[in-house]
């Protein structure tokens, strides 16, 4: 029986879309054994965080002509050791030459191996081969994740999907941007995928820990998933950052009105009124 489509698995459009590739590329990279979808209800494809993934660096290393057993034999050990659900922040994979690399928080390791590798590239310098250390700059990473973060809301009202794209590419160079976790999580929200926005709003906040919207919108993800009481201490909490937050004053209102708690719902009743009379 086919697995139920969820917020876990990716269509072939939305794919493309993210990567950029053909579907007659991703097809030649599935024929060739590099991923292997499952099959949705109705038969189409359906391809997970770890396939995006491979399916990007097999497309890749192809380009640099490496050989195909050698790509099979990286993409295992690699696929073994990816998170199984989409990290918000934090994780590039390249090719290096004829490796995989996989960078994260922790550093750069080879994925064929797992041994790690320093931050070195490869560059050729008068017909022999240099390495040249390279040093990031953070000014360089924070302005390309703007450039990002501008594109993303560019695309929202046409191509959601490649909006999404473009926050997370900007929130893997930049994990602080505030701004790029609140747009995903409306394209979220809109999306009806609550459990994908909770999960976003607690990577968020371990960068933004004082942002009363993060803790709002967090909360708002809860109500939806009838997380109650998880969803009142989280508006408490947004509150609590920003006392002129009339939305969450209405919402907690509900909430206690829903317990049963009359007294609580009228206080935030009255101060949602208050504020919004200001």
Not at 36 to 65: I, K, S, V
Not at 83 to 90: Q, T
Not at 157 to 178: F, H, I, M, V, W
Not at 225 to 240: D, F, H, I, K
């Amino acid at each position: 029986m086919a697995p139920a489509d969820d917020s876990s698995t990716f269509t072939l459009a939305r794919v493309q879309a993210m990567l950029g590739l053909s579907r007659r590329i991703v097809a030649g990279l599935i024929d060739a054994g590099f991923v292997a979808p499952t099959r949705g209800r109705r038969n189409e494809w359906r391809f997970t965080f770890q396939d995006l993934m491979l399916l990007r660096t097999a497309h890749a290393l192809q380009a640099q002509h490496i050989a195909p057993r050698r790509i099979l034999r990286s993409l295992a050990r690699l696929k073994a050791t990816l998170p199984a659900e989409l990290p918000l922040a934090g994780l590039r994979i390249t090719a290096i030459g004829a490796d995989v690399a996989v960078r994260d928080r922790d550093g750069r390791w080879q994925a064929d191996s797992g041994q790690l590798l320093l931050d070195f590239e490869v560059a050729p310098v008068a017909g022999s081969v240099t390495i040249l250390e390279r040093h990031a700059s953070p000014q360089d990473d924070q302005g390309e994740a703007r450039v990002l973060f501008e594109r993303g809301q560019s695309l929202e009202a046409t191509d959601p999907a490649a909006a999404e794209a473009a926050y997370l590419q900007a929130l893997a160079l930049a994990p602080g941007l505030e701004d790029a976790y609140l747009n995903l999580g409306v394209l979220l929200a809109e999306a009806g995928r609550f459990s994908e926005l909770v999960r976003l709003c607690d990577a968020a906040l371990d960068h933004c820990a004082g942002s009363a919207l993060l803790h709002f919108n967090r909360a708002v993800a809860l109500d939806h998933l009838q997380r109650l009481e998880e969803a009142a201490a989280g508006y408490e909490r947004s509150l609590a950052l920003d006392p002129q937050l009339a939305d969450a004053h209405f919402n907690l209102a509900q909430l206690h009105q829903e317990a049963g708690d009359e007294r609580g719902a009228l206080r935030h009743f009255s101060a949602y009124r208050r504020l919004q009379t200001q």
